[in-house]
């Protein structure tokens, strides 16, 4: 929901100005535009809502279409004007999660003191999701259908994906500038500890099994060695 | 389909050695089941094959039960005979499929000159599944759908993945105990190298964008310093 809620703030700073440029006829366009542009957005919103509620509730990752509109409060044609398809809201959905835990990362990585425990965090925050059980219920059918949605909208996860590796890379980044971490490609070293967060927290949330603080602490003892972390900066307990 | 090449071959050790115990009637009776079994183990062995060349051809993971049993020249009844759904089925060609890749692994690592080679040789294998086109388009199919498969069968799909990664772990705790690879755990190690071997291919075979190779060996550069390989074992050429 991100795009979306670019659009919505962009179009206040609009009406909060001076009259915009344009004839009068045009302004009116505009006017019963951004009127309409509001009313979708909320219905997007209320659509989205839904669908996470129902998510939740049943651990099914794929609610009925009729489901959805009658939580939402909505008709079926509303949901067809801004989607084509069940998949592209889902995709919608998994943005808006996506978006959520990328900010919970960033928030995390902010308050470490030095790109090297912001890389840390980022693996430990990742790891919460399937540690921390209000999390995990959450995340689960989002884990489990995201090769199911990589495989219909690929490039939209993608971008998405995106979004949560960004900040790591530029820890990475510049945890390397400042010889805290060996040199090598930020980009590709960010989608290894992707892969490895992503692979380990599908894996706990499929098996249970009651060691996985542990395992969260080797498996980012692992990330940490991979990047050529100093010796100082590998212990699993800095910055803790 | 491991499963039942060991029934089969049980079987015919059985057959092949001198009378076995029990009454007559108790072995006519084993006679017959045995026949029975070859029959079932044939029919079984088309059902699966018929699955993968639909996979093949199309591109898609879900072949329909009608164009499986047309392919395999059998009824609906044989079909539900053996499978009681068709991600059962599913699941016995995912399980044949990554027997057929744990075997080409075994392969790699065993001209391998010490177990720091076999490491990297079983990474090489994995990145293989996307790096060559023949074997990324019989690969893609299946590790979209291992999400989905797992959603529904987890326990089993979590024991197919453990045949490919048990020679890895074998190979890691060797290569620690000979000094060549820090020490650590080596079921957790041989975890961190699957998450990271399968999100990669997973990825390149979503997204493919001509940088493979060289992604490929960056992949496996941060594998072999996160297992903490001594620098003599780090160079990505070592072994080559």
Do not use: C
Not at 167 to 183: D, F, K, V
């Amino acid at each position: 929901m991100l795009v979306l809620q670019i659009n919505i703030s962009n179009n206040e700073d609009h009406d909060s100005g001076s009259d915009p440029p344009g004839t009068a006829a045009e302004r009116a366009v505009e006017r019963s535009l951004a009127g309409r542009r509001a009313t979708y957005a909320a219905e997007i919103e209320r659509l989205v809502e839904a669908t996470f509620q129902l998510i939740r509730e049943s651990g099914e990752v794929e609610p009925r279409v009729s489901e959805i509109v009658r939580v939402a409060g909505l008709s079926n044609q509303a949901f067809y004007r801004h989607f084509r398809s069940k998949h592209e809201l889902l995709v919608a959905v998994l943005d808006s999660g996506i978006e959520q835990l990328a900010s919970y990362l960033t928030h995390r990585m902010a308050a470490a003191p030095d790109p090297v425990a912001a890389t840390r965090e980022w693996m430990r925050g990742m790891a919460e999701q399937a540690l921390n059980p209000e999390a995990a219920a959450a995340t689960r059918p989002f884990a489990l259908a995201r090769g199911r949605l990589a495989e219909s909208h690929p490039e939209e996860v993608a971008q998405t994906e995106r979004r949560l590796t960004e900040p790591l890379r530029r820890a990475i980044q510049e945890a390397s500038r400042m010889g805290l971490l060996e040199a090598g490609d930020p980009g590709a070293r960010a989608e290894a500890l992707y892969h490895l967060a992503m692979g380990w927290m599908q894996a706990r949330l499929l098996e249970p099994d009651g060691r996985h603080r542990q395992s969260a602490e080797q498996l980012e003892n692992f990330a940490l060695a991979g990047l050529g972390a100093v010796p100082a900066q590998r212990d699993a307990t800095a910055g803790a």
